[in-house]
């Protein structure tokens, strides 16, 4: 069942009152939380959170197209090791 | 860094049939890339016919392989070219393959380790480094973490370097 729409989406307030404090600041610097529940707000959009997976801290850079899911889905716990291959990047 | 170095776009996995033809599992950009070559692991293989299994993988068959016993004693091999043989990069662009084994340093020249992975789980691309003591932090690949790299270091941000 989904979550009601009173409640509005769930995030540690902790985590909230971090990725406030370093809007505000302009602070760039990683935010390390464990907290994989927490929803992906429009005011995280722009910052990097250290997501825990149960052995290592993941980056995670919030962008638009992440808000509304966790941050857990971007922090997996299971990793399948391959070949770099001819695999590109961008910036 | 050794612009011949070999890249390996593909395993082969088994025999397809008996006729000669060899299943393989790719790495990189898919199947259009890996059609883009002809020779591989330094000439030992020629690139005869390629075509998509319809699995994610896809069904290659290869001059030098006449029969399913010869096919059979492939498996395992790696595909790979050498790195000058892969397409020129746009504004902007890496191959994965040019990072790994990098020496990561500060900004102020402190060394930090060397590149051990490069990895995508969604949000963007995220660096693993070692450290010379075996301890691994993982890096975001934005300009604010990473603000440059070349062919021999690449440099990481003070506050993203804590890990």
Known sequence: ?91 | MAEDKPVTLAAITGAHGVTGEVRLKLFGEGLEALSTHRQFNDGALTLKKLRDDGKGGAIARFAEVPDRTAAEKLRGTALAVPRSALPALGEGEYYHADLLGLAAVTETGEPLGSVIAVENYGASDVLEIERPDGKRFMVPMHTEAVPEWNDERLVVSAAFAEG
């Open chain 1, 1 to 91: 069942m989904a979550r009601s729409v009173w409640k509005g989406p769930f995030v540690e307030l902790q985590l909230l009152k971090k990725a406030e404090e370093a809007q505000d600041k302009g602070a760039r610097a990683p935010i390390k939380t464990w907290s994989r529940r927490s929803t992906i707000l429009p005011q995280f959009v722009g910052l990097t959170f250290n997501v825990y997976n149960g052995q290592k801290f993941i980056p995670v850079s919030v962008n638009e197209d992440m808000v509304g899911h966790k941050l857990g889905e971007f922090s997996p716990t299971r990793n399948f090791p391959g070949h770099a291959g001819d695999k590109k990047g961008k910036r």
